[in-house]
């Protein structure tokens, strides 16, 4: 079956600690994003990758970092510099990047991660 | 700047009746819409999407939307409302081309479904 997974489904993490999520597809998509979930708030994009070894930071990127080695992976790295990581976070792709026309995501299923 | 705003957070509907979920963006262009539905603690799933043609578009699960340029408006509607369709629906624009990302996403309209 084609689609997004996300490890691990809940992490918690001590204050001061890195911690690194995984997103892995295999639909073949080109381009593939993280987003920060809160309550009430919607979806809030954190990084991007329209093609492997590129990607752009989102509206929210601070205290983050994610890799682009493979076009298959797409790990998140919440760092220490990241003042309130608890949040649900989902990673997304898509056939291409840029926008527009045809490029609608597919969504992981989301990992929640809780600082203790 | 683009931006999406659903006015509702909050909708309950009794089962078997209809639901309109709004959804208001802001665009220069044609704008390329699309409506999600996300399960508690699960991703979002695509219901339907709206790039060009007919204004009328229709979805997986009984659901369809309308553009309306005029109004700059693409509600999602369902004529008969399943408790399975309880959810929190996203609506999302999608930015312009070359801009940073892909979609932006409104705050998210959560539907409970009475008996």
């Known amino acids: 079956d084609g689609g997004i997974t996300q490890s691990p489904k809940y992490l918690f993490r001590k204050e001061g600690q890195n911690v690194t999520l995984s997103c892995e597809q295999n639909?073949?998509?080109?381009?593939m994003y993280w987003y920060r979930q809160d309550p009430g708030q919607g979806l809030r994009l954190i990084y991007y990758?329209?093609?492997?070894?590129?990607?752009q930071k989102g509206d929210i990127a601070e205290g983050y970092s994610v890799s682009r080695e493979k076009k298959e992976s797409f790990p998140l790295t919440v760092t220490s510099a990241q003042k309130n990581p608890t949040a649900f976070y989902l990673c997304?792709?898509?056939?291409?990047?840029?926008?527009?026309?045809?490029?609608?995501?597919?969504f992981g299923p989301g990992t929640r991660l809780t600082v203790l | 700047a683009q931006s999406v705003t659903q006015p509702d957070i909050h909708i309950t509907v009794s089962e078997g009746a209809s639901l309109e979920l709004r959804c208001n963006y802001s665009?220069?262009?044609?704008?390329?819409l699309f409506w999600y539905v996300q399960s508690p603690g699960q991703g979002l799933q695509l219901l339907l999407k709206?790039?060009?043609?007919?204004?009328l578009v229709q979805g997986i699960k009984g659901f369809e939307a309308e553009f309306k340029r005029s109004q700059s408006s693409f509600n999602l509607r369902k004529p008969s409302v399943h408790w399975s369709d309880a959810a929190e629906y996203f609506c999302?624009?999608?930015?312009?081309?070359?801009?940073?990302?892909?979609?932006?996403f409104g705050k998210g309209t959560k539907l409970s479904v009475k008996p």
């Open positions: 997304a792709s898509s056939i291409k990047g840029g926008g527009g026309y045809g490029n609608e995501q597919f």
């Open positions: 639909l073949n998509h080109d381009a």
């Open positions: 990758s329209q093609i492997v070894n590129d990607f």
């Open positions: 665009y220069g262009a044609t704008p390329y």
């Open positions: 709206y790039f060009s043609g007919d204004t």
């Open positions: 999302a624009v999608g930015r312009n081309r070359g801009s940073q990302g892909n979609l932006i």
